[in-house]
């Protein structure tokens, strides 16, 4: 089992819509959580931790679930911008080890 | 304030040969991580450099290497190279348990 799951998509949605992403992680001791946004044959970027309490940046809501070991991204009113690879992302309990999902892609069209 | 610098941008190498991939951190970070990407894959953790040490790595052969020098800046060294090895290399620094800053990668082909 991999350590950190998540559907490969592709995820196409139109301009405007809500789209969910989910991710489920295997080590329970995992301490932090992140996103991260991945354009086409560029490098990661961070787009959000992700905190038990629920975060929300903008268009940009996360939540954590440690019971479950479930993360989710939601972005509301979606833009062509926003096509991209979504990476789950969960830092190894006491190491700066990041371990990353293999990435949810996103396409918005018009 | 430069961030992460990777050099080269990208790489041809044909089988068997050996390849050296450089990154300089962003300023005042003294940690350097390497992943490897491949297509259509999430980064996979390589090793991680501190204070010139290899602190943790990650289930790659000893044909990957590394070293970090004085001024924190890091080599990946891979011996015998692999079609496998084919892959977007990431450098990321940090600061302690700080956040990451990736570079924009060395896209190494393997022929």
């Known amino acids: 089992r991999k350590e950190v799951e998540q559907d490969p998509g592709p995820f196409n949605v139109p301009e405007g819509a809500t789209v969910a992403f989910n991710c489920t992680y295997s080590?329970?001791?995992?301490?932090?959580f992140f996103w991260y946004r991945q354009d086409c044959r560029k490098e990661p970027k961070l787009l959000m931790s992700?905190?038990?309490s629920g975060n929300e940046d903008g268009r940009f809501t996360a939540q954590l679930n440690r019971a479950s070991q479930y993360i989710s991204l939601l972005i509301r009113d979606s833009k062509l911008s926003d096509s991209a690879t979504y990476l789950c992302?969960?830092?190894?309990?006491?190491?700066?080890?990041?371990?990353f999902g293999t990435g949810t892609r996103l396409q918005v069209f018009p | 304030d430069a961030g992460v610098t990777q050099s080269p941008t990208h790489l041809i190498k044909t089988r068997g040969q050996q390849v050296t991939l450089r990154c300089s951190p962003k300023?005042?970070?003294?940690?350097v991580s390497w992943y490897q990407q491949a297509l259509g894959q999430g980064p996979q953790f390589i090793f991680q450099?501190?204070?010139?040490?290899?602190?943790q790595r990650g289930n790659f052969p000893d044909r990957f290497s590394g070293h970090q020098f004085p001024n924190y800046s890091s080599e990946l060294n891979v011996n015998a190279l692999l079609l496998g090895d084919s892959a977007l290399y990431l450098c990321?620094?940090?600061?302690?348990?700080?956040?990451?800053?990736f570079g924009s990668g060395t896209r190494l082909t393997v022929v």
């Open positions: 990321a620094s940090s600061l302690a348990l700080g956040g990451y800053t």
């Open positions: 080590n329970s001791a995992s301490q932090s």
């Open positions: 992700v905190y038990s």
């Open positions: 992302v969960v830092n190894q309990a006491n190491t700066d080890k990041l371990i």
């Open positions: 300023s005042g970070h003294d940690t």
């Open positions: 450099y501190y204070e010139e040490e290899e602190r």
